[in-house]
């Protein structure tokens, strides 16, 4: 990474502490995904809190067509924030919440031994459970149209956490195409979508531990892969105060704001 990189990643790890408005990579056109990544890489470590898991991102089929890419990007999630549901988070640690509900897969005890790539199969067998989940995004005020898909990788997609609720499905047990997924904020019906997954999440893990294996990196028991949202991603109005969603036989989650 260049010195001038190296610049960025410093600042965009301390805009992050300081809640501060993100300053965009400017050297990043035209860069190969590796480096993208490498900067992401830099600013996970500059940021120095413990990785807990994944989300995956641009991996439906129009989001793909949109950014000109055959795959999806990948983000890390810090330990620190995945939360249980009911949490009550301040509203002062975020510019603008920004939410996506989505399908958690919960590695289980093997596949950390997945060095290369793997099929459905293969990724489902490394599941211990699903679980109902909401991403939290904070971008910052940036808008999404100007970013580059290189400069979000680089800021790591914007994950400000998840939230994960206490359901638990097996993996043999998900009925994917079935899966109600409803969003409610302030105890009203904002969204709805049955059968709105962007992909199997088996499919997306069998892709992250491939893509993971090629940048020298693993999965490990208990990690959490965020797959994909169900609804579009949603910037919650300033008032709002209680998210909840349902998603079938998942259960539900759901998270406060406060202060």
Same mark, same amino acid.
């Given at each position: 990474?260049?010195?001038?990189l190296?610049?960025?990643?410093? =600042?965009? !790890?301390? @805009?992050?502490?300081d809640?501060? &408005?993100?300053e #965009?990579?400017?050297?990043?056109?035209?860069?190969? *995904?590796?480096?993208?990544?490498?900067?992401?890489?830099?600013?996970?470590?500059?940021?120095?809190?413990?990785?807990?898991?994944?989300?995956?991102?641009?991996?439906?089929?129009?989001?793909?067509?949109?950014?000109?890419?055959?795959e999806?990007?990948?983000?890390?999630?810090?330990?620190?924030?995945?939360?249980d549901?009911?949490?009550?988070?301040?509203?002062?640690?975020?510019?603008?919440?920004?939410?996506?509900?989505?399908?958690?897969?919960?590695?289980?005890?093997?596949?950390?031994?997945?060095?290369?790539?793997?099929?459905? =199969?293969? !990724?489902? @067998?490394?599941?211990a459970?699903? &679980?109902?989940? #909401?991403?939290?995004?904070?971008?910052?005020?940036? *808008?999404?149209p100007?970013?580059?898909l290189?400069?979000?990788?680089?800021?790591?997609?914007?994950?400000?956490?998840?939230?994960l609720?206490a359901?638990?499905?097996?993996?043999?047990?998900l009925?994917?195409?079935g899966?109600?997924?409803?969003?409610?904020?302030?105890?009203e019906?904002?969204?709805?979508?049955?059968?709105?997954?962007?992909q199997h999440?088996?499919?997306?893990?069998?892709?992250?531990?491939?893509?993971?294996?090629?940048?020298g990196?693993?999965?490990?028991?208990?990690?959490?892969?965020?797959?994909?949202t169900?609804?579009p991603?949603?910037?919650?109005?300033?008032?709002? &105060?209680?998210?909840?969603?349902?998603?079938?036989?998942?259960?539900?989650?759901?998270?406060?704001?406060?202060?």
């Amino acid at each position: 990474m260049n010195n001038g990189l190296s610049a960025t990643v410093k =600042a965009m !790890a301390e @805009a992050r502490r300081d809640l501060r &408005r993100f300053e #965009i990579p400017q050297d990043l056109d035209g860069v190969s *995904p590796e480096t993208a990544y490498a900067v992401q890489n830099g600013y996970v470590a500059a940021v120095g809190m413990p990785v807990g898991g994944y989300k995956l991102a641009v991996n439906g089929a129009p989001q793909m067509a949109h950014f000109g890419v055959s795959e999806p990007v990948s983000a890390r999630i810090f330990t620190a924030e995945m939360y249980d549901s009911g949490a009550v988070l301040s509203i002062s640690g975020f510019e603008a919440v920004s939410i996506e509900p989505e399908i958690a897969a919960v590695m289980g005890p093997g596949v950390e031994t997945l060095s290369g790539p793997v099929d459905r =199969a293969g !990724a489902m @067998a490394a599941i211990a459970c699903f &679980r109902p989940a #909401i991403e939290l995004i904070d971008q910052r005020g940036i *808008p999404m149209p100007e970013v580059s898909l290189a400069q979000a990788i680089a800021l790591n997609v914007f994950n400000a956490g998840i939230v994960l609720g206490a359901g638990r499905v097996a993996p043999d047990a998900l009925d994917l195409d079935g899966l109600e997924v409803a969003l409610d904020l302030d105890g009203e019906r904002a969204a709805q979508a049955t059968g709105a997954a962007p992909q199997h999440p088996g499919d997306a893990v069998a892709w992250l531990i491939g893509h993971l294996a090629a940048r020298g990196l693993t999965l490990t028991p208990g990690m959490v892969v965020m797959c994909g949202t169900h609804l579009p991603l949603r910037v919650l109005d300033p008032g709002v &105060r209680q998210v909840d969603v349902t998603m079938g036989a998942l259960g539900a989650v759901g998270f406060s704001l406060a202060g």
